[in-house]
Nanobody, 119 residues
Framework: QVELVESGGGLVQPGGSLKLSCVASGSIHDIYIMGWYRQTPGNPRELVAT???????TYAETVQGRFTISRDNTKNTVDLQMDNLKPDDTAVYYCNRRQWAGVRAIDYWGQGTQVTVSS
């Protein structure tokens, strides 16, 4: 079992910045994908950014160039630096960690942290 704890959400004005952090604990594997997803009421959860254990990153087109995902394998953390925030970025942001048990992928989720972009 893996536990994910997020921090760093809040209220920010358009154009501002926030940094989300997620720390993983428990049965940590060396091979993983960690990422951030977000969800607004009535909509499915959508991918924001992911980072693999080898450092390879992916971003949603809507955040490319504004958000930066990073990880620290020694601390089992993943951060999401969000710059030039827009009202459309308002959502609950969830940390995710995917590991494998043999060929079976297992997803773990944090409890979510609210990000509100408003003037």
């Amino acid at each position: 079992q893996v536990e994910l704890v997020e921090s760093g959400g809040g209220l920010v004005q358009p154009g501002g910045s926030l940094k989300l952090s997620c720390v993983a604990s428990g049965s940590i594997h060396d091979i993983y994908i960690m990422g951030w997803y977000r969800q607004t009421p009535g909509n499915p959860r959508e991918l924001v950014a992911t980072i693999r254990s080898n450092g390879f990153t992916t971003y949603a087109e809507t955040v490319q160039g504004r958000f930066t995902i990073s990880r620290d394998n020694t601390k089992n953390t993943v951060d999401l630096q969000m710059d030039n925030l827009k009202p459309d970025d308002t959502a609950v942001y969830y940390c995710n960690r995917r590991q494998w048990a043999g060929v079976r992928a297992i997803d773990y989720w944090g409890q979510g942290t609210q990000v509100t972009v408003s003037s």
